[in-house]
């Protein structure tokens, strides 16, 4: 029994910066690759970015530079720091995660419930 909860979302002008947060919390063992998804009204979900349990990050081109991955290990919590935010950057934030748990071998994929952003002057 695995939930991730976003926070941090909200309404921002261009240019402006957001802080969102994930938290993981259940039957968490040990957490591997965490990272954010995104989806614009009419269009596909994409990949924001992803961090792994060593810290190697990948983020979407749409995103380098402006947008940071990070996470807290001991609080089982992903942190996306956005920076220089756009009018396009408006979406449903997601959150997802591998979790291995106690009674598993492998990782089982979670999702949160998604977190609304929105640039806007």
């Not at 802080?19 to 596909?44: D, E, H, N, T």
């Not at 990050?57 to 942190?79: C, E, H, L, Q």
């Not at 756009?86 to 089982?108: F, G, H, I, L």
């Amino acid at each position: 029994q695995v939930q991730l909860v976003e926070s941090g979302g909200g309404l921002v002008q261009p240019g402006g910066s957001l802080r969102l947060s994930c938290a993981a919390s259940g039957s968490i063992f040990s957490i591997s690759v965490m990272g954010w998804y995104r989806q614009a009204p009419g269009k596909q979900r994409e990949l924001v970015a992803t961090i792994t349990s060593s810290g190697t990050t990948n983020y979407a081109d749409s995103v380098k530079g402006r947008f940071s991955i990070s996470r807290d290990n001991a609080k089982n919590t992903v942190y996306l720091h956005m920076n220089s935010l756009k009018p396009e950057d408006t979406a449903v934030y997601y959150c997802n995660a591998d979790v291995y748990t106690a009674t598993s071998r492998y990782a089982n994929n979670y999702w949160g419930q998604g977190t609304q952003v929105t640039v806007s002057s």
